[in-house]
């Protein structure tokens, strides 16, 4: 049975190349016309390399694309569940030391390294009456004293 497909696979593939590619007939041919069918035969094989390689990169393109798709398929069909982070506390030494390993041999004082700021204290107006104050700028004497201080 394997032998009777092999058979009829090879009797229908030497029909199709016969269909295909007509036998070549080189007797009688003068130098010139072979050249010139030369000169076709290797541009239709120019055509055929072109399409080959055009369908390659098609192919390679496809096969990229379902082995993306395939990866995405299987890592939302899997039941991969993130575990939940425990909090943990650590000094700041214990951190520094896991960090810089053995380098760390002293404890470091962040305070100390912080700049300080001095606070300048606000100078504070003198509270006085209102009413003086109000009683000594009433008139024109008043506003030429808020001019002459505006001024200086």
Known sequence: MLQ??????AKERKAVLAERLPSLN????????LQDL???????????????YDIDVKVS????EIDN????????????KKPTL???RISAEAMLSVLLGSRHKESFD???NLKTVKKEEEK?????????????MSGMEGRKKLFDASGN
Do not use: M
Request: hydrophobic share 35%; aromatic share 6%; glycine share 2%.
């Open 4 to 9: 009777e497909e092999k058979e009829a696979k």
């Open 26 to 33: 080189l007797t009688g041919l003068s130098l010139q016309e």
């Open 38 to 52: 030369c000169k076709d035969l290797h541009y239709k094989i120019d055509v055929v390399d072109e399409e080959r």
């Open 61 to 64: 393109k496809n096969q990229k």
């Open 69 to 80: 798709l395939v990866l995405k398929i299987t890592e939302l069909q899997s039941k991969f």
């Open 86 to 88: 425990k909090k943990v």
């Open 110 to 112: 962040f305070k100390a």
């Open 124 to 136: 504070k107006e003198e509270v006085t009456d209102w009413r003086k104050n109000v009683e000594a």
